[in-house]
């Protein structure tokens, strides 16, 4: 069983504070990994997307991947009160050229 | 920017009816996908398409069925709504199987 995991949270995090999400996933081939954001009752959309070891940043968001460890990690910087939302992690399964995995998603909120 | 529309935004139908959701992407992506998705449940892919005609079940398939007679269009039936399929339903689109996907605004569908 492909499996992509995240705490559901929620996590609360100071307004201007670092907030860091996290999603282990379970398929060691795996190349391609997706962090999307949803408000409540919209529908998910596209943060970063990353596909090589190391950080990658863009803007106040970073993405961090380790395939050895086989997580991938999200951090927000300065957070802000419209930052609060959930958080999906995806993983393209190597083994399909079709199917993302998804997390169920962790729940951030930004406290003023 | 990429467009994905879906018929409806809310959907009340009644236990027995067929119901047709619809979804079209203006960008010549080859890749479209139905999902559910439930509180506490995540997203669910029902259906994907990767071809015009083409379809493959996803993990949820049973009590749905999908038609892709164009390119851009992609659309969900239920053959015999029931309580159990009240549900949101988010269409996405991505240009291959390893590229991003990009979602619909949603159809909540209740079904009573």
């Known amino acids: 069983q492909k499996e992509v995991e995240q705490n559901s949270g929620p996590l609360s995090v100071p307004e201007g504070a670092i907030a860091s999400l996290n999603c282990t996933y379970s398929?060691?081939?795996?190349?391609?990994f997706f962090w999307y954001r949803q408000y409540s009752g919209k529908s998910p959309e596209l943060i970063m997307s990353?596909?090589s070891n190391g950080d990658k940043e863009d803007g106040r968001f970073t993405a961090q991947l380790n395939k050895a460890s086989q997580y991938v990690s999200l951090l927000i910087r300065d957070s802000q009160p419209s930052d609060s939302a959930t958080y999906l992690c995806?993983?393209?399964?190597?083994?399909?050229?079709?199917?993302?995995?998804w997390g169920a998603g962790t729940k951030l909120i930004i406290k003023p | 920017d990429v467009k994905v529309t879906q018929s409806s935004r809310y959907l009340v139908k009644r236990t027995g009816e067929k119901v047709f959701l619809e979804c079209v992407q203006d960008?010549?992506?080859?890749?479209m996908f139905w999902y559910r998705q439930d509180p506490g449940l995540g997203l669910r892919l029902i259906y994907f398409?990767?071809?015009?005609?083409?379809?493959e079940k996803g993990d949820i398939p049973e009590g749905y069925s999908v038609s892709r007679e164009k390119k851009e269009r992609f659309s969900l039936i239920l053959e015999s709504a029931s309580t159990n399929q009240t549900s949101m339903y988010l269409c996405?689109?991505?240009?291959?199987?390893?590229?991003?996907?990009?979602f619909g605004p949603g159809t909540r569908l209740t079904v009573l």
């Open positions: 996405a689109s991505s240009r291959d199987g390893t590229d991003t996907q990009y």
């Open positions: 398929d060691r081939g795996s190349q391609s």
């Open positions: 960008m010549d992506h080859e890749n």
């Open positions: 398409s990767y071809d015009v005609k083409m379809k």
């Open positions: 990353i596909y």
């Open positions: 995806a993983v393209v399964l190597m083994d399909s050229n079709y199917q993302l995995i």
